[in-house]
């Protein structure tokens, strides 16, 4: 079993910043990436950004410039800075976690999501 932790959303103005944080315990054998991915009403889920283990990332157009990705491969805990935060970047915001858990082959783990609002 994994459990991803997330926390950090809440409420901010357009314009503002927040940081999400995630962080990943349980049977992990092998992480090959974490990332975050976003849901807002009446859409699928997206990707936002991913980092790799070794440290690669890539990112959603809508975020590039905006958003940046981090890793601590110590703590198997990823993080997201937000800026330039716009209101259609209100979405439930879902860590995620491809790797191999408990001896079973590479999946995708989900966080429960946390919730980003934007709006004055």
Known sequence: QVQLVESGGGLVQ???SLRLSCAASGSIFKINAMGWYRQAPGNQRELVARITRAGSTNYADFVKGRFTISGDNAKNTVYLQMNSLKPEDTAVYYCNLEGIVGGIGVM?????????TVSS
């Open 14 to 16: 357009p314009g503002g």
């Open 108 to 116: 995708d783990y989900w966080g429960k999501g946390t919730l980003v």
